[in-house]
């Protein structure tokens, strides 16, 4: 007859649920799979087996009381690497999804908004196109195979403990999150500055003929100038998307440690 001591039982429960805190975390917050289309039973079921396939991968975790507050503090931190991580990618995405904005807004599209079927939010029709190219090149280039590799070397670089995030970590994170935006700005400044010095020979066009209606003629020559200048702005995007994701893989893991 198999037999089993109770601290051998608090190490085997030690070693699943903390790494499976992490793993379902980073499900929440991450691209593609924290789709609203993704059921949230299946999401949990993926995390228990890749936990299940990491846990040979995975340091020991150490044994504390199950309801104590070492316990607790354990798994908030688990918690916390995990939408870190996925907080990291997301704002690669958003990126992409600012950058859309400013040039739905330029081209004059800004009133046209569909459904964000990742986030539940309206954005523009421009910054929709641009996250479906992003998903694709995300999907089509293993991504989501590199982000599970960088998931199981955070167990290495953070192994589960009461040590997690520090101030330094949050304060890399932050930052990290505001060049995002300056990200986004630079892959969509072509196509603003383009439709910015059409907007202004129109308006020199209107000052010297008023009597050209220059509305109905400067709409549709921003719009299809717009659409024309995204479509060859697409490769430009997609490299600028690929460089963004790489340095953010590359850097997730001594952010999150605190290194430089």
């Known amino acids: 007859m198999i037999t089993f001591s109770e601290a051998q039982l608090a190490q085997w429960m030690a070693d699943l649920l903390y790494p499976f805190m992490r793993i379902a975390a980073l499900?929440?917050?991450a691209p593609v799979f924290s789709l609203r289309q993704f059921p949230m039973r299946a999401r949990i079921l993926l995390a228990v087996m890749i936990t299940w396939l990491m846990q040979p991968l995975i340091p020991a975790a150490p044994v504390v009381e199950t309801f104590g507050p070492e316990s607790f503090l354990i798994a908030g931190q688990q918690i916390a690497i995990?939408?870190?991580m996925g907080f990291l990618l997301q704002m690669v995405f958003q990126a992409l999804i600012f950058g859309g904005q400013a040039?739905?807004?330029s081209m004059g599209l800004g009133f046209a908004f569909m459904m964000d079927p990742q986030n539940g939010v309206q954005v523009p029709v421009v910054s929709q196109f641009y996250?479906?190219?992003?998903t694709l090149a995300f999907v089509a280039g293993n991504g989501h195979l590199v982000l599970?590799?960088?998931m199981a070397d955070s167990f290495t670089v953070l192994p589960v403990g009461m040590d997690g995030i520090d101030r330094?970590?949050?304060h890399n994170i932050v930052s990290w999150a505001s060049e995002m935006f300056a990200a986004g700005v630079v892959m969509a400044l072509p196509v603003i500055v383009a439709l910015l010095l059409i907007n202004i020979g129109m308006g020199v066009?209107?000052?010297a003929a008023p009597q050209l209606n220059i509305f109905s003629v400067g709409f549709p020559v921003t719009l299809l100038v717009g659409l024309l200048l995204m479509w060859l702005s697409v490769?430009?995007?997609l490299d600028g998307f690929g460089q963004l994701m790489t340095d953010m893989l590359a850097r997730m893991l001594g952010m999150l440690s605190g290194a430089n």
Do not use: E, H
Request: charge should be positive; hydrophobic fraction near 60%.
């Open 27 to 29: 499900f929440t917050a």
């Open 82 to 84: 995990g939408l870190s």
């Open 103 to 105: 040039i739905a807004f």
């Open 131 to 134: 996250l479906l190219l992003a």
């Open 148 to 150: 599970l590799g960088v």
């Open 168 to 170: 330094t970590g949050i």
């Open 205 to 207: 066009v209107g000052r």
């Open 235 to 237: 490769p430009q995007v």
